[in-house]
Nanobody
Framework: QVQLVESGGGLVQPGGSLRISCAASRSIFSIDNMGWYRQAPGKEREFVARITVSANTNYADPVKGRFAISRDIAKNTAYLQMDSLKPEDTAVYYC?????????WGQGTQVTVSS
């Protein structure tokens, strides 16, 4: 099993930056993929970004060039650096881990982009 704990959400003005974190309960090398999804009010959860065990990354089109996913192996932590934030980025952001062909989710962290 994998436990995931997100942190770092908050309120930021449009055009600002925020970094959110996801701490995993086991070595990142044992996890196939780590990623971020988000869910805005009244909308379905959507894919944001993913990093594989071999450090390949991919992003959803709306965040390409603005968001960057990374990881710290020593800390078993994945990060999502979000720049040039827009009001439409407002959502609960969930960390995801694919481990032994099963998806695991964190509790979510709220990101609000508003002036």
């Amino acid at each position: 099993q994998v436990q995931l704990v997100e942190s770092g959400g908050g309120l930021v003005q449009p055009g600002g930056s925020l970094r959110i974190s996801c701490a995993a309960s086991r070595s990142i090398f044992s996890i196939d993929n780590m990623g971020w999804y988000r869910q805005a009010p009244g909308k379905e959860r959507e894919f944001v970004a993913r990093i594989t065990v071999s450090a390949n990354t991919n992003y959803a089109d709306p965040v390409k060039g603005r968001f960057a996913i990374s990881r710290d192996i020593a800390k078993n932590t994945a990060y999502l650096q979000m720049d040039s934030l827009k009001p439409e980025d407002t959502a609960v952001y969930y960390c995801n881990a694919l481990f032994n062909n099963r998806d695991y989710w964190g509790q979510g962290t709220q990101v609000t982009v508003s002036s």
